[in-house]
T-cell receptor, first 118, second 114 residues
């Protein structure tokens, strides 16, 4: 199956610093990638939809200046948490949508990034 | 609006016994439905998908699900649980508009005892 790589798997940072998370589709091209946030023992909440070469579309209530998304190529999207605060601590998961072949329109997920802001 | 409801937050089974994880959907048209599994501190793995083909869908690791329109259900089953099946399971519906976003159920934690 398709593979999505997410890096780093875990990051600890000080309050006020910025953190960048990378999401790569390794064996397929993904014009669309998605960023989710998951709180402990809860389901995934979509934060934003990332489209290659254009601005990301954010869900209601998600601050676009806080969570910067860049999708510069067909295999890479990045999420930058700017000026992180303890309330931003969470599990962030990306997914990439395969648009071709038998896997058409299936979302494949990265392994997630555990962000802890001190 | 499309949505899915997972009726059980926790399901406990013994190893070797059948697994049933329940999911009901709400949709005004034929939905695309998925089951994903998440092991602790891991991303999500696709177990199986229904996209209006055969109503009985077979997935990985011996799991299968049956789409029942009359009951608006898409329950996940496995004949015999294994210890490695212990994880969080999400029933998911895909929207057919815009970016075809996924809407997740609240999840069911499967506990498997020896």
């Amino acid at each position: 199956g398709a593979v999505v790589s997410q890096h780093p798997s875990r990051v600890i940072c000080k309050s006020g610093t910025s953190v960048k998370i990378e999401c790569r589709s390794l064996d397929f091209q993904a014009t669309t990638m998605f960023w989710y946030r998951q709180f402990p023992k809860q389901s995934l909440m979509l934060m934003a939809t990332s489209n290659e070469g254009s601005k990301a579309t954010y869900e209601q209530g998600v601050e676009k200046d806080k969570f910067l998304i860049n999708h510069a190529s067909l295999t890479l999207s990045t999420l930058t948490v700017t000026s992180a605060h303890p309330e931003d601590s969470s599990f962030y998961i990306c997914s990439a949508r395969d648009k071709t072949g038998e896997s058409k329109n299936i979302q494949y997920f990265g392994a997630g990034t555990r962000l802890s802001v001190l | 609006a499309q949505s899915v409801t997972q009726l059980d937050s926790h399901v406990s089974v013994s190893e070797g016994t059948p697994v049933l994880l329940r999911c009901n959907y709400s949709s005004s048209y034929s939905p695309s439905l998925f089951w994903y599994v998440q092991h602790p501190n891991k991303g999500l793995q696709l177990l199986l998908k229904y996209t209006s083909a055969a109503t009985l869908v077979k997935g990985i690791n011996g799991f299968e699900a049956e789409f029942k329109k009359s009951e608006t259900s898409f329950h996940l089953t496995k004949p015999s649980a294994h210890m490695s099946d212990a994880a969080e399971y999400f029933c998911v519906v895909r929207l057919n508009t815009g970016f075809q976003k996924l809407v997740f159920g609240t999840g069911t934690r499967l506990l498997v005892s020896p």
